[in-house]
């Protein structure tokens, strides 16, 4: 099993900031892209940031110079910092994680169970 496991989440005044974080535990061998997607009712699931292996951030445009991704490879964790938060941010934010469990299996998405960011103008 691969867990996820997310936190940060909470209410905040538009121009605000969240730091959310996010740790992989459970049976990984590897883990190739960790992330940040946002989902808010009746509607996809959209990126929010990715960050690979190779270390080169990818971010939507509607964040891009107001939050910031970073990764502990060692301690399997992914963190999204949000700055300038505004109230179009507000959604229920999930991390994801591309695991493989072996040396001889593809790397699969798991996803955490989300936390809630809502953002008041």
């Known amino acids: 099993q691969v867990q996820l496991v997310e936190s940060g989440g909470g209410s905040v005044q538009a121009g605000g900031s969240l730091r959310l974080s996010c740790k992989a535990s459970?049976?990984?061998?590897?883990?190739?892209?960790m992330g940040w997607y946002r989902q808010v009712p009746g509607k996809q699931r959209d990126m929010v940031a990715i960050l690979p292996n190779n270390g080169r951030a990818d971010y939507a445009d509607s964040v891009k110079g107001r939050f910031t991704i970073s990764r502990d490879y060692a301690r399997r964790t992914v963190d999204l910092q949000m700055d300038g938060l505004k109230a179009e941010d507000t959604a229920v934010y999930h991390c994801?994680?591309?695991?493989?469990?072996?040396?001889?299996?593809?790397?699969?998405?798991?996803w955490g169970q989300g936390t809630q960011v809502t953002v008041s103008s």
């Open positions: 459970g049976s990984i061998f590897s883990i190739n892209n």
């Open positions: 994801r994680a591309d695991v493989a469990k072996s040396i001889t299996s593809p790397p699969m998405p798991y």
